[in-house]
């Protein structure tokens, strides 16, 4: 199994999450691709890094979105890379 490009910080009872996770659920199925979602909350560090900027979406290691997903934007990092 090949690791996942897409990585989204999110945190419970997080509207924005739930829709970024609908985006990119669409996104990564449509191309086959995978991605893994990270609880902040779990992570003192990841929590102090993000606060209140989730959800916060990296493609291949790097910043891509926050607070939302633009999918026309993730559809062509991942077709980049």
Request: proline share 5%.
């Amino acid at each position: 199994m090949s690791t996942p490009r897409v990585t989204l910080y999110s945190r419970p009872g997080c509207h924005l999450c739930d829709v970024a996770r609908e985006v990119i659920e669409r996104v990564c199925a449509d191309l086959g691709e995978e991605y893994v979602e990270v609880g902040i909350d779990d992570d003192p560090q990841l929590r102090e890094r993000f606060t209140d900027e989730v959800p916060v979406t990296f493609v291949d290691g790097r910043q891509h979105d926050f607070w939302r997903v633009d999918e026309t934007r993730l559809r062509a990092a991942l077709g980049a890379g």
